[in-house]
């Protein structure tokens, strides 16, 4: 007898309950996702608009939220012009919009309902099928295109799907244009729109964004494709990548060639992805661990990288390299060894691992707001102050030259060509700077808080914590007396010590919750500073 489900969130949770038993229950989502005409709140994140199929995300409100972005290139409005760097809703036309998806449930069906509507306002499209995050950011710059829309979560759970939209320059939206898109889908929504579907009559120009990103990065020159091939071809070495069944599948064969000695994980269609978060975590690093592990050659390289492409973490089979050390990492050999000069561009929950290198080197240190689209003012061709690198905790990275979109396929690249230059593995390689430039150990963890205290009111309550503790303050910490050195309040509050530990305190927005980012000196010094960062969040929140 077949299940009755009364919404698609029901019908998720029994699919994610068993995924290889329940997988057929994807008719049922399908059906929520083509019938459903609930209107939902539209909210673009640091990366976009993300809601659950069936659920929020569904065709009409895919619509709705495409209808409403006609609406803001139609309008002209003059802050949203210059944010996408174009001149008029003609060049828009003219220059024409990219339109693709990663290689999730529907994901090809939703992107002809995109196309449909562009193609109806006379707005010239192409259609990347399925495509990564920096794939886009650098199709748009090689196609002079005024925009592209990729719809993808990211590395949220299967159940997601999400809609990123990135202007002319290939980076993330900024709020001029997510802030409008919001404002008209949103007065769409609550006058209960519905948008007929043109995805039946649209016409499809199929543009190879792999290849347009092959030729971008050998333009670009920031990484060298040759060297990088050479030492994959001559020396012992095992690559092992697991793609977790995501988009960036086949694309390191399309750079570099097919090699016996890339070992890739994870590669066939799922639209469930076994059950996981497909995400870059300590835990789904497991299966290239294992590789590595049985694995007796001199160089030894793993990565794990999201479905859209834009998060990547490390493992050389003696440890695992997160962002917070690679992003250190890739600015001591850019600048070091390629002989790049500019800034680092970090965001300020990031270790401060890299603060270190960059002020014996001399190099100035930019720290952002969290969401990699505030590298932008870095990243530019034009910027005055160009980033040598940017990158942020969460496993995002980009660098000289390269996409202002976070970038895995990059990061892989980079990793390399270190090892080819440096002749190191990236554990040793990170030991001789750690013994060089000092020893940093970063973590993060959270409290819940009273669900009342969600958004301005609970920023308003921890606000008290910087009147508090101001620079110069003296604060025990696990029976040490340290200095506040410095107060970063760019956002949340990040307090950094004499010793350069330091602990951050950052409300959520949206969920009635604090969360901390720290860094202590030493493994065992974690404890003390999240201790520290939850005395002080309890005392202002009493």
Request: charged share 25%.
């Amino acid at each position: 007898m077949a299940q009755i489900f009364e919404n698609a969130a029901a019908c998720w949770k029994t699919i994610m309950s068993d995924v290889s038993k329940n997988r057929g229950l994807l008719a049922v989502i399908e059906k929520f996702a083509r019938e459903n005409t609930s209107p939902a709140k539209i909210v673009f994140g640091t990366s976009g608009w993300r809601g659950e199929i069936g659920t929020d995300f569904t065709f009409n409100n895919v619509r709705v939220v495409t209808s409403a972005i006609i609406e803001m290139f139609k309008s002209n409005d003059i802050a949203v012009i210059q944010a996408m760097g174009v001149s008029d809703f003609e060049d828009i036309k003219r220059r024409g919009v990219i339109v693709g998806h990663d290689n999730r449930f529907l994901g090809a069906d939703f992107a002809m309902e995109v196309i449909g509507l562009l193609q109806k306002e006379g707005i010239k499209t192409w259609y990347a099928g399925e495509a990564i995050t920096p794939e886009f950011s650098a199709g748009i710059e090689m196609l002079n295109a005024a925009c592209s829309i990729n719809l993808t979560p990211s590395h949220n759970p299967a159940n997601y799907a999400g809609f990123k939209f990135n202007p002319s320059d290939g980076g993330p939206a900024g709020t001029e244009i997510t802030s409008k898109i919001e404002e008209i889908a949103n007065r769409m929504m609550k006058e209960g729109s519905r948008v007929e579907g043109q995805g039946s009559g649209a016409v499809v120009e199929r543009i190879d964004l792999t290849e347009l990103y092959i030729k971008y990065i050998k333009e670009r020159k920031t990484l060298n494709i040759e060297r990088i091939k050479d030492f994959i071809n001559n020396e012992d070495c095992i690559i092992c990548i697991d793609n977790v069944h995501g988009a960036t599948r086949g694309r390191i064969q399309r750079i570099l060639g097919e090699s016996s000695k890339i070992k890739y994980l994870r590669t066939e269609d799922d639209y469930l992805f076994g059950g996981i978060a497909p995400e870059p975590s300590e835990k789904n690093m497991a299966g290239v661990g294992k590789v590595l592990s049985q694995s007796n050659a001199k160089f030894k390289l793993g990565a794990i990288m999201d479905p859209d492409g834009d998060r990547i973490r490390y493992a050389d089979g003696v440890m695992q390299i997160p962002m917070n050390y690679f992003g250190a990492m890739a600015l001591h050999f850019l600048h070091v060894h390629k002989k790049f000069s500019g800034v680092v561009a970090k965001s300020v929950g990031t270790s401060n691992f890299v603060n270190a290198i960059a002020e014996k080197l001399g190099i100035p240190i930019r720290e952002t707001k969290v969401g990699f689209k505030n590298f932008r003012p870095y990243m530019l061709k034009a910027s005055a102050e160009r980033a040598i690198v940017a990158f942020e905790e969460s496993d995002g990275i980009s660098g000289y030259n390269h996409t202002l979109e976070k970038d895995a396929l990059f990061g892989l690249l980079l990793a390399i060509e270190m090892m080819a230059v440096t002749g190191k593995n990236l554990s040793e390689y990170l030991k001789d700077i750690m013994d060089e430039f000092g020893y940093y150990y970063p973590d993060r963890s959270g409290i819940a808080v009273d669900a009342s205290l969600v958004g301005e009111s609970l920023i308003k309550r921890l606000s008290v914590i910087k009147e508090q503790y101001k620079t110069g303050t003296i604060i025990n910490i696990g029976g040490s007396n340290r200095t506040v050195k410095d107060l970063i309040t760019v956002d949340g509050i990040k307090m950094v010590f004499d010793d350069g530990s330091w602990l951050m305190i950052r409300p959520s927005g949206t969920e009635p919750k604090v969360r901390f980012y720290i860094e202590a000196r030493t493994e065992e010094g974690k404890k003390a500073v999240f201790e520290t960062a939850e005395k002080m969040t309890l005392e202002a929140l009493q």
